[in-house]
Nanobody
């Protein structure tokens, strides 16, 4: 119903910034909750941030609060994750996800659609 494609990943130095994009296609994106998750090698998938369909409700994980900012542009059917002050421990594959109904969620199981992920290696 919804297809998601992440982009913008790539090598970044510690302390640097990167903006990830999540392009959506299929059924209207405006009605979907969006989330960002990340998965480091050998680790479980970790919640990063979530945003409500129109963007009025936003929640960031404590680990990224103040450094990362989730946003969306429904006219472009694209979600974003601005990442600042990155550190090497945040090296991971970053995934965007969409939730067809319900409230914002920090649980991966609550999302219906997932992108393929984009790699973000953070060098020290």
């Amino acid at each position: 119903q919804v297809q998601l494609v992440e982009s913008g990943g790539g090598l970044v130095q510690a302390g640097g910034s990167l903006r990830l994009s999540c392009a959506a296609s299929g059924r209207t994106f405006v009605n979907y909750v969006m989330g960002w998750f990340r998965q480091a090698p050998g680790k479980e998938r970790e919640f990063v941030a979530t945003i409500s369909p129109v963007g009025f409700t936003i929640y960031h994980a404590d680990s990224v609060k103040g450094r990362f900012t989730i946003s969306r542009d429904n006219a472009k059917k694209t979600g974003y994750l601005q990442m600042n002050s990155l550190n090497p421990e945040e090296t991971a594959v970053y995934y965007c996800a969409a939730r067809g109904r319900g409230d914002i969620s920090a649980a991966a199981a609550g999302y219906d659609y997932w992108g393929q992920g984009t790699k973000v290696p953070v060098s020290s």
